[in-house]
C-alpha cells in the first residue's frame, strides 16, 4: 500500500511562493510516476504538474509553466512543487498522486492515477 502525505499549504499573498512536498511510503520510490492535482471551490479537479520515475521528464498545465517547477528527490522519497509568482487563481487545495510503472512516462489524467494523498490547502490573497 502506498501512503502519500502532502505538507508545505498555508496563506500567501499574491506574487509569493510557496513550496509544496509530497512524502511517500510503501514500495520503492522511485516505480512510482508522480503528479500534483488542485480542486479549487465549486470546480473539478484539474492537472498541474506530472513527474517521470526518474525525475528526468515533467510536463505543466499551461496556467502554471514558467511559474511552478515539479521536482523529486528518489532518496528522501519526496516530491516538490515550488510555486511562484502565485495569484488567486491559484487557490486550492493540492493533491499529490502516484501511480506504478515500469515506463518512464508522465500522466496527466486523473485517472492514471492509484494513490493519492488526503491534500493541502493554498490559499493566495489579492
Known amino acids: 500500500q502506498v501512503q502519500l502525505v502532502e505538507s508545505g499549504g498555508g496563506l500567501v499573498q499574491a506574487g509569493g511562493s510557496l513550496r509544496l512536498s509530497c512524502a511517500a511510503s510503501?514500495?520503492?520510490?522511485?516505480?512510482?510516476?508522480m503528479g500534483w492535482f488542485r480542486q479549487a471551490p465549486g470546480k473539478e479537479r484539474e492537472f498541474v504538474a506530472a513527474?517521470?520515475?526518474?525525475?528526468?521528464?515533467?510536463y505543466y498545465a499551461d496556467s502554471v509553466k514558467g511559474r511552478f517547477t515539479i521536482s523529486r528527490d528518489n532518496a528522501k522519497r519526496t516530491m516538490y512543487l515550488q510555486m511562484n509568482s502565485l495569484n488567486p487563481e491559484d487557490t486550492a487545495v493540492y493533491f499529490c498522486a502516484a501511480r506504478v510503472t515500469v515506463y518512464t512516462a508522465t500522466y496527466t489524467s486523473m485517472k492514471d492515477y492509484s494513490y493519492w494523498g488526503q491534500g493541502t490547502q493554498v490559499t493566495v490573497s489579492s
Open positions: 513527474i517521470s520515475r526518474s525525475g528526468g521528464s515533467t
Open positions: 510503501g514500495r520503492t520510490f522511485s516505480t512510482y510516476a
